[in-house]
């Protein structure tokens, strides 16, 4: 049982170059959300996805954007990389809307330079 | 602004001392604070959990405590072990929403 699946694990990139990051999860969850990582600031929403076609700003939106591909995936695309983006990425997904626990990938770690 | 100040940023205790997490919020419309445990190079994972009609929650050696007046809640791990060294992170959610609030963090460490 693979859980949340995050992709690549590790990804260094130039400033002004684009790439995705890719979130797939086999639980069946409706709700899938893209956190950023970093020290002394906890985990910040960057996006989340209520449901398959539904997507939502959550609090550091801004260089960002994503794709509610299905059920399963959910991806998040830096369109020009600059170095505050330089962080852990996490993804969540969660069966139904509310006080259910958040299942989380491993994250990528992602340095601009 | 950090809606969840959690405090403190790192906490060192020794084998078998009790280690405490403090947190803090301002919305009044939170009304459930979950607590997240990470270990190195893994994702956060669901610790315990509490909702402010209980003032406190116990599982195994974690124990939340809640103070709905002062807007405040806890974390206490007695008989820490050095397995339990983590970052730990507290949440909290509002009543119309699936979305999390998270805290700063605590990397704990214990020393065996």
């Known amino acids: 049982n693979a859980g949340v699946t995050q992709t690549p694990k590790f990804q260094v990139l130039k400033t002004g170059q684009s790439m995705t990051l890719q979130c797939a999860q086999d639980m069946n969850h409706n709700s899938m959300y893209w956190y950023r990582q970093d020290p002394g600031m906890g985990l910040r929403l960057i996006y989340y996805?209520?449901?398959?076609?539904?997507?939502d700003k959550g609090e550091v939106p801004n260089g960002y954007n994503v794709s509610r591909l299905n059920k399963r995936e959910f991806s998040l695309r830096l369109e020009s990389a600059a170095p505050s983006q330089t962080s852990v990425y996490f993804c969540?997904?969660?069966?139904?809307?509310?006080?259910?626990?958040?299942?989380f990938g491993d994250g990528t770690r992602l340095s601009i330079l | 602004q950090q809606q969840v100040k959690q405090s403190p940023q790192s906490l060192i205790v020794q084998k078998g001392g009790i280690s405490i997490i403090n947190c803090a919020y301002e919305?009044?419309?939170?009304?459930?604070f979950p607590w997240y445990q990470q270990f190195p190079g893994k994702g956060p994972a669901l610790l315990i959990a509490?909702?402010?009609?209980?003032s406190e929650k116990k599982e195994g050696r974690f124990t939340i405590s809640f103070n709905k007046s002062a807007k405040q809640f806890s974390l206490h791990i007695m008989d820490s072990q050095p397995g339990d060294s983590a970052t730990y992170f507290c949440a909290a959610e509002e009543t119309s929403g699936s979305r999390l609030t998270f805290g700063e963090g605590t990397q704990l460490t214990v020393n065996p």
């Open positions: 969540a997904s969660i069966p139904d809307r509310a006080r259910q626990p958040q299942h």
């Open positions: 996805s209520a449901s398959e076609g539904t997507t």
């Open positions: 919305n009044t419309a939170f009304d459930y």
């Open positions: 509490i909702r402010p009609d209980v």
